[in-house]
DNA sequence: TTATGTTGCGCAATCGATGGTGCAGGGACT
DNA sequence: AGTCCCTGCACCATCGATTGCGCAACATAA
């Protein structure tokens, strides 16, 4: 009666118990047991059966025997970052809402460590893989190519397969623009005024470039190189790029596009060091959203990668027919000044316990 | 000759590629084959041609036969918040660190979806479970009970299984000292300048309340009990109270004690509204980390809770035989004023690259 | 020469679920 | 009665790795 205490009861117990075959309950229990003409009361008695022992189907098994797992993969560059925790977050909740079950794994941007856990969760016959701001998307690639195991580069294209990454060009466009737009048209921003700091030369940084200077020649008439400064995805460089221009010109630019929320995390540092002086007049951009970026005395515009609707186009795309390596560009969201501290979420919670308002 | 295109390479065809048995291979392939008596030239030989044909071990067979499956689970409430984060981050580290995969899921602090995914996560065979600040502790032990599923309480304990949680008297003690400590020995606190605000009944909030009141009295001679306003973990019911209490007195209490990140949040909110203001003589005191809080214009001291040796703590437990439902308390640590927004991490990356410089 | 080890490895059952195939029984129709 | 079809289910090979057991070949000891 009592169930067997430790030992999960398998298919070929409820077999017995209902006098039917394991094929049998193992068709009512997988769904499949319209398709084999299973009467509906032998399904509605295994089913009672199952519910009564707690059956639940040994996943291990089944993957074995269909060579699929119901494990998708995300690669992870870090996991302890704004943006990234979000893909982490929204690709959890999608994955799940499949009936899918998400590992994560970060991989440090290390093109053999990227390489080996793919490998690694090939192993385990993942269903898919996200590859997310890989330093090696093709190499990862290639690994998963070999085991026939579909994949979407995710925040950095590949050339090898399906990607989904932000829009820098149209996010950078609007950022720029937004900047200009913030000053009032008796003080308006002239082109000198205007900078950008921090990031590399990669391929979102490009792309965010290009769209600083578009804006800033269809705007001004003009725009010179020197007025980006990348310093790349550091908080230290970023506070003596700072640091530099202040010196320069003995005031910072009255607008400055600030490039990751690792380089405004300089320029914060920045700001410890220059607490009296006055930021009035001043507007800063930031291509990445830093909640607490709102707090500060002088408007902060920021760009909000989408996360949710990237991790909502590559499931997409996971079920359309396996397609050519095309780039989807999701468009950014623009977060206008001082809205970042109040979410949506504040409404919608009992004020015991809102977890899910999001701090930070 | 090349490997088959999209056929994994098996122990089988390693068997007719070698002479030798599947069972041999799998001996020398699995590292068993010194107990089996194999001779080190067929073992050499075999692992040659494993790496040759790209051999990897499929796991849902090994995990079936063994049952069990190299995985490793990890509830959590929620991702995308700063203190589980670094749990998850930390996590996922250790278990790769021991070979194993790590899978995280967050169940928003619901005990239906906590023992459900419990159940889920079983069905793949995981070799142990953690479960982060539960609802429910107790309930997902009965899941895993009755699966003989090794799992361990974090952050928030249970009665039924090893609980390794912050020491949150500790952590609420070193806090209010440091608070009625950073004022100057000519301005020094008084007792009703000292506030705590922020969170809600629960084992926490209740021993950080504690210490609250017992430094209080210690220091003071006397605690009474409305010096605390627990207004649950909402940013916005937070910043009411800050709200409230200004109104009451003309002024911010001189110290407050804010409950989390959450609460903390409430509080910057709060200094929007209030932006005028004169803070200087004021000091904060946050049980979180929020690592921007180093930039305002006045102390703010946190506690940062130790996810790293909690999950550290969690891992060596699973390497003792199975004990019996023990609280292991973890120290949490205090980060000074001004101390946030440089990481050690600056030092050692190269300018061009460092993302493991967390800023959020 | 016979008893006793030791070395090196193969055999075959097993983990639990799946799905192609086949087959018995019963009804309908010619 | 013979043919055909449909219903409802059982049989059994299979996925790939693991492991208890056994056995041949050779060495050593008595």
């Known amino acids: 009666m009592a169930p067997d205490p430790r030992k999960k009861t398998t298919i070929y117990d409820l077999s017995q118990l209902s006098g039917a075959s394991p094929s049998t309950v193992s068709a009512v229990l997988n769904g499949s047991w319209r398709k084999r003409r299973i009467k509906e009361s032998t399904a509605e ?10 059956y639940s189907t040994n996943r291990q098994a089944s993957g074995l025997r269909r060579s699929r797992s119901g494990l998708i993969g995300l690669l992870l560059p870090i996991y302890d970052f704004h943006h990234f925790s979000s893909i982490a977050q929204s690709f959890e909740l999608r994955a799940r809402r499949r009936g899918l079950c998400p590992i994560v794994v970060s991989t440090h941007r290390d093109p053999a460590e990227e390489r080996a856990s793919a490998e690694h969760l090939i192993s385990y016959s993942i269903d898919a893989l996200f590859v997310c701001g890989a330093a090696d998307p093709d190499g ?21 397969a399906p990607s989904v990454v932000s829009d820098n060009y149209d996010g950078g466009r609007v950022l720029t623009e937004a900047l200009i737009d913030a000053f009032p048209a008796d003080a308006p921003l002239t082109v000198d005024e205007l900078m950008l700091i921090g990031g590399r030369e990669d391929e979102a940084t490009r792309a965010r470039v290009r769209a600083f200077h578009d804006v800033r020649s269809t705007r001004f008439g003009r725009s010179d190189a020197d007025a980006v400064d990348l310093t790349g995805y550091s908080a230290r460089n970023a506070k003596l790029a700072f640091e530099r221009h202040y010196q320069a010109r003995g005031r910072l630019p009255r607008a400055v596009f600030i490039n990751s929320a690792i380089n405004f995390e300089g320029f914060l540092r920045f700001l410890t060091d220059h607490r009296g002086d006055d930021y009035s007049g001043h507007v800063i951009g930031c291509f990445d959203y830093v909640p607490f970026a709102s707090f500060l005395s002088f408007p902060v515009i920021m760009i909000r990668q989408d996360a949710e609707s990237m991790v909502a186009t590559a499931f997409d795309i996971l079920d359309r027919p396996s397609e050519a390596p095309v780039v989807h560009l999701i468009p950014p969201q623009l977060v206008p000044p001082r809205t970042a501290l109040t979410g949506p979420l504040d409404e919608i919670h009992s ?10």
């Open 351 to 360: 004020p015991g316990d809102d977890l899910r308002d999001r701090s930070l």
């Open 45 to 54: 008695e295994i089913q009672r059966l199952a519910e009564e022992h707690q």
């Open 140 to 160: 990862v690639h290639e690994v998963c190519e070999a085991a026939g195991v579909r994949h979407i580069n995710l925040d950095l294209s590949g050339t090898r």
